[in-house]
């Protein structure tokens, strides 16, 4: 019965790739701001009657020419043997002196079965590991904390190391069903992780010492992701009347259902005690040293939605605040620049990207018509003016816009805040767009 079942309506494909990545050029490009390279000077002026005296005017040589101006001596920078300005402190971007190449592994399993009666069902897995990706970080920070003397001249190195690491692991199911020869639905489910101690390679962690102190779910991870997608195409007209299906016919409905669980945020503390790890390092966010329990997880919009201002101003998952779930980190102000030596604060107690943000659903649609105007002289027989309309979230779901507020998201995650876990921002509401096209 095995046998009879699976012949020549089971396909199994499997396969393993390793690919290498250059530095970004976008990211290389940053050492043109270095002293030597780059002169910036910045002058300002208030108000028309409170002229800068570092603002010089004066007439080119040719006053036809574009060129031939004075230099203005206020711009002029005088640079001492290290090749750094010797009237100022400046800030630099500095790479490892060999960095190894940034590679991923990545392997896939898929396998396909007829059911028949036209379904085709698709289970696959799909895995993959990062190394040496980028880890960016102020890189007085680090030498700070261990101890390594700073350059009383660099308040700033703006450092990219690629000493990062992630993974990714995915289980892929779908069916797809072919109804007639005018309509089809095909559904895909998404169960997956993805793991890294950064998600992008301008992005600051708060523990630069120590990649492995931000190793958590990837700010784009989705658990489990969800389509169905449907298309019809009817034909009324056959034989004899095509030429009435060109005119009556060319129908085409199309839409998508997009429904996910969402992205991950990080619950975060804010110094009240200013910069830490060094005066000049710019970090004031650390993770919490221990979650105490209670919270709840309802990842619905209302439950985002709770909070100041709406209903009884409480929060659905934090109604105590953020301060009686979460234990804040102790915190030590960084040494004032360009002393050395700041401490280290303690391992946090809650991983980064613990939390999960509200749920995504919406439904994309397209209906089109399509006016043959069957043979045209100089066009063949294809041509034909199409009328098109596509809706984006038909339905005009809300969607939160996801992510900590401390990372461009709209939940708000400060822990010392009375809003904490509340989403404040929404996504795109309903969007139409018409078209019309001749094509021949």
Same mark, same amino acid.
Request: with cysteine; net charge neutral; glycine share 14%.
């Given at each position: 019965?095995?046998?009879?079942?699976?012949?020549?309506?089971?396909?199994?494909?499997?396969?393993?790739?390793?690919?290498?990545?250059?530095?970004?050029?976008?990211?290389?490009?940053?050492?043109?701001?270095?002293?030597?390279?780059?002169?910036?000077?910045?002058?300002?002026?208030?108000?028309?009657?409170?002229?800068?005296?570092?603002?010089?005017?004066?007439?080119?040589?040719?006053?036809?020419?574009?060129?031939?101006?004075?230099?203005?001596?206020?711009?002029?920078?005088?640079?001492?043997?290290?090749?750094?300005?010797?009237?100022?402190?400046v800030g630099?971007?500095?790479?490892?002196?060999?960095?190894?190449?940034?590679?991923?592994?990545? *392997? /896939? !399993?898929?396998?396909?079965?007829? =059911?028949?009666?036209? &379904?085709?069902? #698709?289970?696959? $897995?799909?895995g993959? +590991?990062?190394?040496?990706?980028?880890?960016?970080?102020?890189?007085?920070?680090?030498?700070?904390?261990?101890?390594?003397?700073?350059?009383?001249?660099?308040?700033?190195?703006?450092?990219?190391?690629?000493?990062?690491?992630?993974?990714?692991?995915?289980?892929?199911?779908?069916?797809?069903?072919?109804?007639?020869?005018?309509?089809?639905?095909?559904?895909?489910?998404?169960?997956?992780?993805?793991?890294?101690?950064?998600?992008?390679?301008?992005?600051?962690?708060?523990?630069?010492?120590?990649?492995?102190?931000?190793?958590?779910?990837?700010?784009?991870?989705?658990?489990?992701?969800?389509?169905?997608?449907?298309?019809?195409?009817?034909?009324?007209?056959?034989?004899?009347?095509?030429?009435?299906?060109?005119?009556?016919?060319? *129908? /085409? !409905?199309?839409?998508?259902?997009? =429904?996910?669980?969402? &992205?991950p945020? #990080?619950?975060? $503390?804010?110094?009240? +005690?200013?910069?830490?790890?060094?005066?000049?390092?710019?970090?004031?966010?650390?993770?919490?040293?221990?979650?105490?329990?209670?919270?709840?997880?309802?990842?619905?919009?209302?439950?985002?939605?709770?909070?100041?201002?709406?209903?009884?101003?409480?929060?659905a998952?934090?109604?105590?605040?953020?301060?009686?779930?979460?234990?804040?980190?102790?915190?030590?102000?960084?040494?004032?620049?360009?002393?050395?030596?700041?401490?280290?604060?303690?391992?946090?107690?809650?991983?980064r990207?613990?939390?999960?943000?509200?749920?995504?659903?919406?439904?994309?649609?397209?209906?089109?018509k399509?006016?043959?105007?069957?043979?045209?002289?100089g066009?063949?027989?294809?041509?034909?003016?199409?009328?098109?309309?596509?809706?984006?979230?038909?339905?005009?779901?809300?969607?939160?816009?996801?992510?900590?507020?401390?990372?461009?998201?709209?939940?708000?995650?400060?822990?010392?805040?009375?809003?904490?876990?509340?989403?404040?921002?929404?996504l795109?509401?309903?969007?139409?767009?018409?078209?019309?096209?001749?094509?021949?």
């Amino acid at each position: 019965m095995a046998e009879g079942f699976y012949h020549q309506k089971v396909v199994i494909r499997g396969g393993f790739g390793l690919n290498y990545n250059q530095n970004e050029i976008a990211i290389t490009g940053n050492v043109n701001g270095n002293p030597g390279l780059t002169v910036s000077p910045n002058f300002s002026m208030s108000l028309p009657t409170s002229p800068n005296p570092g603002i010089v005017y004066a007439i080119p040589s040719d006053p036809h020419s574009l060129f031939g101006y004075p230099p203005n001596p206020n711009t002029i920078v005088s640079f001492g043997s290290n090749g750094l300005p010797t009237s100022s402190q400046v800030g630099v971007t500095a790479f490892p002196t060999d960095m190894p190449t940034m590679y991923s592994q990545h *392997w /896939s !399993l898929d396998t396909q079965t007829d =059911l028949g009666a036209n &379904f085709i069902l #698709s289970v696959g $897995y799909q895995g993959s +590991v990062s190394r040496h990706i980028y880890f960016h970080y102020d890189g007085n920070a680090v030498a700070s904390v261990q101890n390594i003397p700073l350059n009383p001249q660099v308040n700033g190195v703006n450092y990219f190391d690629n000493n990062g690491y992630g993974n990714y692991n995915a289980m892929l199911a779908g069916l797809k069903h072919q109804f007639s020869h005018q309509f089809m639905l095909d559904a895909q489910l998404t169960w997956a992780k993805s793991m890294d101690t950064s998600s992008a390679p301008y992005s600051e962690q708060f523990y630069p010492y120590n990649p492995r102190l931000s190793y958590g779910r990837s700010d784009y991870n989705i658990t489990t992701q969800g389509k169905i997608f449907g298309m019809w195409q009817p034909v009324f007209f056959h034989g004899d009347h095509a030429w009435i299906e060109r005119l009556a016919g060319g *129908w /085409s !409905l199309s839409g998508i259902l997009n =429904l996910h669980t969402g &992205f991950p945020w #990080s619950p975060i $503390y804010v110094s009240p +005690v200013g910069s830490l790890y060094c005066s000049t390092c710019g970090y004031t966010q650390l993770l919490p040293a221990a979650y105490k329990g209670g919270a709840g997880h309802d990842t619905s919009n209302d439950a985002f939605k709770s909070g100041p201002g709406v209903g009884n101003g409480v929060n659905a998952n934090f109604p105590n605040g953020g301060l009686a779930y979460f234990t804040p980190p102790v915190l030590t102000a960084g040494p004032a620049f360009p002393a050395t030596g700041g401490t280290a604060p303690p391992s946090p107690g809650v991983a980064r990207n613990s939390l999960i943000g509200p749920g995504y659903r919406d439904v994309d649609a397209t209906v089109s018509k399509s006016f043959g105007l069957g043979r045209i002289k100089g066009m063949g027989e294809g041509s034909a003016i199409e009328v098109r309309a596509d809706a984006f979230n038909l339905f005009n779901n809300l969607n939160f816009k996801p992510g900590g507020a401390s990372n461009g998201g709209g939940i708000s995650d400060n822990i010392q805040s009375s809003n904490f876990g509340q989403d404040g921002t929404a996504l795109g509401s309903r969007t139409v767009t018409l078209q019309a096209r001749f094509h021949f």
